[in-house]
Every structure is written in structure tokens, then in C-alpha cells.
């Protein structure tokens, strides 16, 4: 009867060693919460692959996992990285609820966040030059390139047959098919150009001077 305490006293250290080697000791001894400490992007486009890498602060004293509680149709989610990834299709246009949770065993975090998804399209277009001076008429000009760029990110360059051209004044200055400004008089205008694609249409300008008065001569180029 008198070993029942030795007995009784080992027991309750391999009950604390299991404690302590088990991990749930961690909270007593210094285990961070887990804080999600990174941003989604809110917006996705049919057929493009959306990816999102989840950060976050932690201790790394015990393994943390990633889970997807909330999400469209196709989102898939790394339970040990927290990499979203996505490819929407077209009839997932609009608004899409998404939530993420983070957990340690111990410690979570909730991640709540709308992603709008929208078609592939033109979102505008830029010229070179935007400016251009005349010393002299009647002179010409071509406008060097033309370039569009869509909501993803994306950009490509636009053939001149595919845009129309307008002057504000032709008196002042001309435009034709092929992008050619031709100076007429002295003064200020603007010529405006014009893309569509998808049936949405970009335009953007081109600010004309003149600046010789109308019966002085000049070189065409």
C-alpha cells in the first residue's frame, strides 16, 4: 500500500509528458494566434485563371490548415499552401461570395471577400503621338501606333485599317484612313480615334497645332 504514491507519481509524468509532447501545452507556452495578413483580389475574368496566395503570421509552432468554407463553383483552395486558384466561366458572370478559414488547432481566422466576375473585354486604347505641332502647310503626319488594352491586364497592338479616324476641324487639319494627319490652315484641333472590338468602342485624341498663318507655304511629307 505505501508504493500506491511512486505508482500514482509516475503516471501523472507520463501523462504530462504525453501533455507537453502532444502539443497541447502550446497555448501555455507562448502559441501566437494565426492572422490572416493578406488581401484577395475582387476581381476575376471569364476564362482567365484567377489565383490568390493566401499569407499569413504565425508562430509555426503547430500545422496550420486552410479551408474553403465559402466559394463558387470550380474554386479550388491548397489546404497546406492556402493557394486559391479559379478559372470562371461565362455563366459565372457577377458577384461571388468567398470565405476562408485558417486554423492552427488552436487559433483561427475568418477571410470574407466578394469577387466580381466580368467578360473579357477592350477597356481602352493609347496612341503615339498625343500631340502634334505643325510649322508649316500644307505638312503631314502619321500616328505611330495605336495600342488596346483590355481588364486584364493584357495589351496588344491595333492595325490602323481596324480604327477610324476623325478631325474636329477639317479646316484646320485632316485625317484619312491610314492615320495621316495633313495640316490646312493655322489654328487648333483634335482628331479623334476609335477602336471596337466585342462591340464596345475606345476612343481617345490627338491635340493639333498649327502654327503658320494660312498663306505662308510649306513642304508635304
Known amino acids: 500500500m505505501k508504493k500506491r504514491p511512486v505508482y500514482l507519481s509516475a503516471i501523472i509524468a507520463i501523462l504530462l509528458t504525453s501533455f507537453f509532447m502532444s502539443g497541447c501545452m502550446l497555448p501555455f507556452l507562448g502559441n501566437e494566434p494565426v492572422t490572416i495578413v493578406s488581401k484577395a483580389n475582387l476581381s476575376a475574368i471569364v476564362g482567365k485563371l484567377y489565383k490568390y496566395q493566401l499569407d499569413i503570421e504565425d508562430d509555426s509552432k ?23 486558384m479559379w478559372t470562371p466561366k461565362a455563366n459565372q458572370v457577377g458577384k461571388h461570395e468567398v470565405v476562408i ?7 483561427r481566422d475568418e477571410q470574407k471577400f466578394t469577387i466580381t466576375v466580368t467578360q473579357f473585354q477592350l477597356k481602352s486604347i493609347s496612341i503615339k503621338p498625343t500631340t502634334m505641332s505643325f510649322p508649316s502647310i500644307p505638312s503631314s503626319k502619321n500616328i505611330e501606333s495605336i495600342t488596346a488594352k483590355c481588364n486584364d491586364g493584357s495589351s496588344k497592338d491595333i492595325e490602323k485599317a481596324k480604327c ?44 493639333i497645332t498649327v502654327t503658320i498663318d494660312t498663306d505662308s507655304s510649306g513642304g508635304g511629307g
Not at 67 to 83: I, K
Not at 176 to 195: F, H, L, M, Q, R
Open 101 to 107: 478559414r485558417v486554423s492552427d488547432g488552436w487559433f
Open 62 to 84: 503547430t500545422k496550420v490548415v486552410y479551408t474553403l468554407d465559402v466559394a463558387p463553383e470550380g474554386m479550388t483552395m491548397e489546404g497546406s499552401t492556402g493557394l486559391i
Open 164 to 207: 477610324e479616324f476623325k478631325s474636329n476641324d477639317p479646316s484646320v487639319a485632316t485625317v484619312d484612313e491610314a492615320g495621316k494627319v495633313t495640316s490646312k490652315k493655322k489654328g487648333n484641333t483634335i482628331i479623334t480615334v476609335s477602336y471596337t472590338e466585342e462591340g464596345i468602342t475606345q476612343s481617345t485624341n490627338i491635340n
